[in-house]
């Protein structure tokens, strides 16, 4: 070919629709200073040529890159292996369908990333920042929201006060959960808790305790990491030291999973010498071996509500709440 490039060009569309440059411009952009009879010659003249917008000179204008991040400061494994986050994505992508922005995952696995990370997100690569699994402390969401990007986070973080962000009433679902263990008379009930850097974590834990407590019982708590090998380890603790437990609350359900292989290799039996209920309600729940009773919570629903607080943050939209608070509720099966 010769005469023209291969990729038509701005003046090649303004040419052809017999227009200045400014106002493809502005066609493209979306500006409304732009008469009807101008943007239908130009959006011809763009279906004709096959143009397309140059999304890089379009930010330099525009300030825009039509793409936020999603953060997860979590390993591969738990990523890739636990339900949960796949809800939290699978919400995030429904909830920016119709809105233009692209969604990039990011992964912080060590202190080296996340520093090229920070630097990253904060260079005006992103509209804006999704963050989840966070732990105590983190100074990035901080940061974003000082060099102006808009953040919102799944979950809240223990010693943060964030902007916006998106959780479940964690203490609420733990409460209802060990009340329930209580009203079928178990006495010994213990508990396998989360990170407690971790706002779940902490809240989980502090449900439980004020079921306990309410009811005059004991505590009897072990700590995992929300993995299903941590609630092996931890159940295997527990029942060295409270042979004689009859329930287990576990933080999460792959926690709640590890704890029914140690019950069966153990001959206790389920729920009628020990009774068991996790947090999740994941697709595993119901095909464990006994299926196991467990906190509904909707990762989907989480994933939504952030990338909606986002959007209109982005948009620079007044939010009437900008916390979303999601109820979870019991789902019981034969395990409890």
């Given at each position: 070919?010769?005469?023209?490039?291969?990729?038509?060009?701005?003046?090649?569309?303004?040419?052809?629709?017999?227009?200045?440059?400014?106002?493809?411009?502005?066609?493209?952009?979306?500006?409304?200073?732009?008469?009807?009879?101008?943007?239908?010659?130009?959006?011809?003249?763009?279906?004709?040529?096959?143009?397309?917008?140059?999304?890089?000179?379009?930010?330099?204008?525009?300030?825009?890159?039509?793409?936020?991040?999603?953060?997860?400061?979590?390993?591969?494994?738990?990523?890739?292996?636990?339900?949960?986050?796949?809800?939290?994505?699978?919400?995030?992508?429904?909830?920016?369908?119709?809105?233009?922005?692209?969604?990039?995952?990011?992964?912080?696995?060590?202190?080296?990333?996340?520093?090229?990370?920070?630097?990253?997100?904060?260079?005006?690569?992103?509209?804006?920042?999704?963050?989840?699994?966070?732990?105590?402390?983190?100074?990035?969401?901080?940061?974003?929201?000082?060099n102006g990007v808009p953040t919102?986070l799944g979950g809240r973080p223990?010693?943060?006060?964030?902007?916006?962000?998106?959780?479940?009433?964690?203490?609420?679902?733990?409460?209802?959960?060990?009340?329930?263990?209580?009203?079928?008379?178990?006495?010994?009930?213990?508990?396998?808790?989360?990170?407690?850097?971790?706002?779940?974590?902490?809240?989980?834990?502090?449900?439980?305790?004020?079921?306990?407590?309410?009811?005059?019982?004991?505590?009897?708590?072990?700590?995992?990491?929300?993995?299903?090998?941590?609630?092996?380890?931890?159940?295997?603790?527990?029942?060295?030291?409270?042979?004689?437990?009859?329930?287990?609350?576990?933080?999460?359900?792959?926690?709640?999973?590890?704890?029914?292989?140690?019950?069966?290799?153990?001959?206790?039996?389920?729920?009628?010498?020990?009774a068991v209920m996790g947090f999740?309600?994941?697709?595993?729940?119901?095909?464990?071996?006994?299926?196991?009773?467990?906190?509904?919570?909707?990762?989907?629903?989480?994933?939504?509500?952030?990338?909606?607080?986002?959007?209109?943050?982005?948009?620079?939209?007044?939010?009437?709440?900008?916390?979303?608070?999601?109820?979870?509720?019991?789902?019981?099966?034969?395990?409890?």
């Amino acid at each position: 070919m010769t005469g023209r490039s291969l990729r038509p060009t701005l003046e090649e569309v303004a040419a052809r629709a017999g227009v200045g440059r400014g106002t493809v411009s502005r066609v493209v952009n979306g500006s409304p200073r732009v008469s009807a009879q101008a943007r239908e010659a130009v959006l011809k003249a763009i279906d004709e040529l096959g143009y397309v917008p140059n999304r890089a000179a379009r930010t330099l204008v525009t300030r825009r890159t039509d793409t936020v991040a999603l953060v997860v400061a979590e390993s591969d494994q738990r990523l890739f292996g636990e339900p949960y986050f796949a809800g939290i994505i699978r919400g995030i992508s429904n909830g920016l369908g119709d809105t233009g922005l692209q969604l990039l995952l990011a992964l912080a696995r060590s202190p080296d990333e996340y520093a090229r990370l920070e630097h990253y997100l904060t260079t005006q690569h992103v509209d804006g920042v999704l963050l989840t699994s966070l732990h105590a402390e983190d100074p990035l969401p901080a940061k974003l929201e000082a060099n102006g990007v808009p953040t919102v986070l799944g979950g809240r973080p223990p010693g943060l006060s964030p902007v916006s962000y998106v959780d479940v009433d964690n203490r609420l679902g733990a409460r209802e959960a060990v009340g329930h263990l209580i009203s079928g008379g178990r006495r010994r009930i213990a508990t396998i808790a989360g990170p407690q850097d971790m706002g779940v974590g902490l809240d989980r834990l502090a449900g439980y305790r004020e079921a306990l407590a309410e009811a005059g019982l004991p505590e009897l708590v072990a700590y995992g990491d929300f993995g299903e090998a941590s609630g092996i380890a931890a159940a295997e603790e527990l029942l060295t030291r409270e042979p004689s437990l009859d329930a287990v609350f576990a933080a999460d359900d792959p926690m709640a999973l590890g704890a029914l292989r140690v019950l069966h290799r153990h001959g206790r039996r389920v729920p009628d010498d020990v009774a068991v209920m996790g947090f999740d309600d994941s697709a595993a729940a119901p095909l464990a071996d006994p299926p196991l009773s467990t906190v509904h919570q909707a990762p989907d629903e989480m994933g939504r509500e952030m990338a909606r607080l986002l959007v209109s943050r982005i948009r620079g939209e007044h939010l009437e709440d900008p916390v979303v608070i999601l109820q979870p509720y019991l789902v019981l099966r034969e395990s409890a």
